[in-house]
């Protein structure tokens, strides 16, 4: 058994809802929340940067309020994602404020900082680093990271070329803290079998796009629904590091999605100019072939609940 901090354990249901670059805001989060996953936005998603404020309070609040009124039943804790690349030029204010709405989770992304740990250890925030590989994860747990998640192939967005097996083995050989894994999972078999290798958590996000409460257009929640694993693209092209993208979206943006250009990756930008210019290029997992609608996110936890304890009941038969 995996030695889980006090936040993350006893949680609901197994799945930490990935923080979804533009897409994720306070709706979502709350709604993820209020029905058992582990909520999870970008800092950055908050423009200007005052917003932030004002979507910490919002959830809290709202949190707090479904807690005193369901008490037998309360929400699952939310997480904040912080970029921690240099040219996040945002991420000391976005920090303090995550410090004075005492944020129970950190998600970092793109780099490990003793500063970002240690400022969610001060009020005893728990803080997961996102890796691609065995040796990232290695040197996020020296800076003080809490937990992993494991981006292995598949996933939406920046992900690693690794098989998920050869991820979860390797890092269970020396860690035996929290541990998230990511990579196609959108559905409540996929849940168990990320358990079954050795994860703690199911790190879910293509899925929840498609969703009413998110903050996408009706044209990507849409193309996810009419896409399967054939129409996702890797590529490095629109933020310097590799990533997953439906294919119809580069298209619209007038590209060939099989003979995309490399991008220089010392010119990276997660939040400035360049990120603008690829807004309309979607990002988007592996897994979206189980995808088949357009729903609530209260709709979606049921359906994976379901099926997650389908899939339970059919192994143990």
Known sequence: MSKLPAVLSGLPFPVIGSPLFIISNPKLVIAQCINGVVGAMPALNARPASQLDEWLAEITEALAAHDRAHPENPAAPFAINQIVHKSNDRLAHDMALCVKYKVPVIITSLGARE???????????????????NNFAHK??????D??????????????????FAMVQEIRQWFDGPLALSGSIASGGAILAALA??????YIGSAFIATD????????????????????????LFTGVHGNYLAPSIR?????????????????DFAGDKTKAWKDIWGCGQG??????????????????????????????
């Open 140 to 145: 996020a747990i020296e800076k003080g990271a």
């Open 197 to 202: 290798m050795g994860a703690d958590f199911a």
């Open 213 to 236: 409460e998110a903050r996408a257009s009706d044209a990507y929640k849409q193309c996810i629904v009419n896409s399967n694993s054939d129409d996702i693209v890797y590529s490095n």
């Open 252 to 268: 619209n943006a007038g590209l060939d999605p099989d003979n995309l250009a490399q991008s220089d990756p010392s010119k990276m």
């Open 147 to 164: 937990g992993l998640i494991a981006v292995a192939a598949g996933a939406g967005g920046h992900a690693s070329v690794k098989s998920p």
């Open 288 to 317: 979206i072939g189980a995808i088949d609608k357009v729903q609530s996110t209260s709709a979606l936890i049921a359906q994976l609940k379901e099926q997650y304890a389908s899939a339970k009941t059919h192994l143990l038969a």
């Open 115 to 133: 500063e970002v740990n240690q400022a969610a250890h001060s009020y005893g925030g728990v803080v997961l680093h996102d890796i691609i590989n």
